[in-house]
């Protein structure tokens, strides 16, 4: 995963895995030694690539990249922009059939927004916020630190 060009991936399960790591009770030496070569791996790979950070500049600025690494991003917003407070109605979005590349996978919440609006799209992080409470009300009456975990695990 590591040296795959999407950084992401690797940072977000080195993240998971050292929340779970820190939930198990281990020692903070062992999780700062971890974090540690975290980030000598990621200075590395960044100093051997070129330019690193044009993904993370088009992420901060998405306007002046937008016709280049952040044309994704730039069309997502404006299928958020076009659905408005109550959408174009499902399976009417206009952006979704030729500008939005990966809106299956990648940016499905776009497509939501686009074609049920603001209203909708509020209502589906609120229920990913209750599956994450119910998660975490699993986790906390698990009956075994085994099941603390997994349930840690899996709504993390």
């Known amino acids: 995963i590591l040296i795959e060009p999407d950084r992401g991936t690797t940072v977000l399960i ?9 939930l198990a009770g281990s020692r903070w030496s062992g999780f700062l030694l971890l974090v540690g070569v975290g980030v000598v ?3 590395v790979i960044f100093a051997t690539q070129e330019n690193p950070g044009n993904r993370l500049m088009a992420w901060l600025d998405p306007e002046k990249h937008k016709q280049g690494h952040a044309y994704q991003i730039w069309q997502s917003l404006l299928a958020f922009g076009s659905g408005g407070l109550d959408g174009l109605g499902l399976g009417n979005g206009r952006l979704k059939i030729n ?8 940016f499905i ?3 939501i927004g686009e074609e049920l609006g603001m209203f909708c799209s509020i209502g589906v992080i609120c229920v990913f916020a209750v599956l994450v409470a119910c998660g975490l009300y699993i986790a906390w ?3 075994d630190r085994f099941g603390f975990l997994a349930a840690s695990g899996i709504t993390l």
């Not at 080195?14 to 820190?22: D, E, I, N, Q, T």
């Not at 500008?99 to 990648?106: A, F, H, I, N």
Request: proline share 4%; glycine share 8%; no cysteine.
């Open 14 to 22: 080195g993240s998971l895995a050292g929340a779970l790591l820190l």
């Open 41 to 43: 791996a990621l200075t």
């Open 99 to 106: 500008y939005l590349p990966e809106r299956q996978t990648d």
């Open 109 to 111: 919440f776009a497509v």
């Open 141 to 143: 009456n698990a009956r």
